[in-house]
Nanobody, 123 residues
Framework: QVQLVESGGGLVQAGGSLNLSCRGSGRTFDSFAMGWFRQAPGKERESVAVINWIGGTTYYADFVKGRFAISRDNAQNAVYLQMNGLKPEDTAVYFC????????????????WGQGTQVTVSS
């Protein structure tokens, strides 16, 4: 059974940092693009950051550029999201996902999804 499991979410004050982790099992994801997405209450799921399967190319939503950093460790079958300078508007459930392709940006390009981890930023 293929699974992605996120961890590292929590409650943090504005300006603080969190480091999200996502570990895959059931198959290797070294030939998959990996991404982080988020969904706030009443809003659609949106792309946050993606990384290609080698890890040499990353893309970020404008609203996180300069604050968040995505990375991956194929040996650990893992992808990470370092979040700095958190703002209340970053509050959402964060999901990691895997796409069986070199690169993908939109959520509908992704096949495997984790269950999500809650990030809450207080003002």
């Amino acid at each position: 059974q293929v699974q992605l499991v996120e961890s590292g979410g929590g409650l943090v004050q504005a300006g603080g940092s969190l480091n999200l982790s996502c570990r895959g099992s059931g198959r290797t994801f070294d030939s998959f693009a990996m991404g982080w997405f988020r969904q706030a209450p009443g809003k659609e799921r949106e792309s946050v950051a993606v990384i290609n399967w080698i890890g040499g190319t990353t893309y970020y939503a404008d609203f996180v550029k300069g604050r968040f950093a995505i990375s991956r460790d194929n040996a650990q079958n893992a992808v990470y999201l370092q979040m700095n300078g958190l703002k209340p508007e970053d509050t959402a459930v964060y999901f990691c996902a895997a796409a069986p392709k070199w690169h993908g940006w939109l959520p509908n390009e992704y096949t495997y999804w984790g269950q999500g981890t809650q990030v809450t930023v207080s003002s």
